[in-house]
């Protein structure tokens, strides 16, 4: 068994150390059911034993979406030279039997989910089907998550080459770009989703939550907000400014909380507008975020009182 980093390295359907005798077999042929991830390595090298078992967490995360082959250079050198690894780590994808993706030396976690969706999702529409399609959707959004912003972009849109169709990809790709402060560009994405999407929940969500990014930007300080109210429950704009500039900082509960007082006081006021931004919010969030599910039940005892 080899060694890398002083631990054996697991072995399973997913992971295999691969040598000269079975690359063919592991790699070359497995590829033409499953993409397969080569992993060039060797036993002094510093990054790779970094690198290796990150790799190995991502494969294994996506559950059969995608291979891995570790292949240990000093010991293969024939395979090294035929593929010109020139230094190690070198990371290959193969797909169908050639190399569709790679990238040299050690990088961050996000960026080996980022690689491992993208693989994923190009051999999406034929290995793996949905699955592995819905595979990379989950590793993007978990990179959105992290914070990952540029990267889960560059899933989605890998994602989307595959699945045109793909209101999760779409959404995802909205969210992205929104995070990275460019919403200008989450709009024109927004605009060229295809009619036949446009009004799921996924990019009604985006829908929702561009239009809260774009107020952001307006969004007066808490502080003097807050005390405004105090001095004057009465004022409605300045409790509908507070509530915009808590949901700006993060303090969505407290947000919600504002517009429902602002209902309860005068739920016609400026057209309707703390119901509208309710609403806003609620579409922004998962529907079984608790906010959500408490804000709703509180909205509708008002209306309904």
Known sequence: MLELGGQTPPQTDLIKDVSEADF???????????????????????????????????????????????????????????????????????WQGQPVDGFQGAVPPSEIDAFVARVIAAAGGEAGGDD??????????????QGAAADAAQTFAAILQEDPQSAAAYGGLVRAHIALGELDQAEAI???????????????????????????????????????????????????????????????????????????RDREWNEEAAKTQLFTIFDALKPNDPIVLGGRRKLSSMIFA
């Open 24 to 94: 063919m077999a592991e790699v070359v042929e497995a590829s033409q059911q499953v993409p397969v991830i080569v992993d060039f390595w060797a036993p002094w090298c510093g990054p790779c034993k970094t690198l290796g078992p990150a790799l190995e967490a991502a494969v294994t995360k996506a559950k059969g979406a995608v291979r891995m082959a570790k292949v240990n250079v000093d010991e293969n050198q024939a395979i090294a030279g035929q593929l010109r690894v020139q230094s190690i780590p070198t990371v290959y994808a193969f």
């Open 132 to 145: 592995g399609l819905a595979e990379a959707v989950t590793a993007a959004e978990e990179m959105l998550e």
């Open 190 to 264: 927004l605009n060229g989703a295809p009619v036949e999407i446009s009004k799921t929940p996924e990019l009604e969500a985006a829908h929702a939550q561009l239009d809260l990014a774009r107020q952001v930007a307006d969004a007066g300080p808490v502080n003097e907000l807050r005390a405004k109210v105090e001095a004057d429950p009465g004022d409605h704009q300045a409790r509908f400014d507070l509530a915009k500039a808590l949901y700006a900082g993060g303090e969505t509960e407290a947000a919600v909380d504002e517009l429902l007082e602002l209902f309860r």
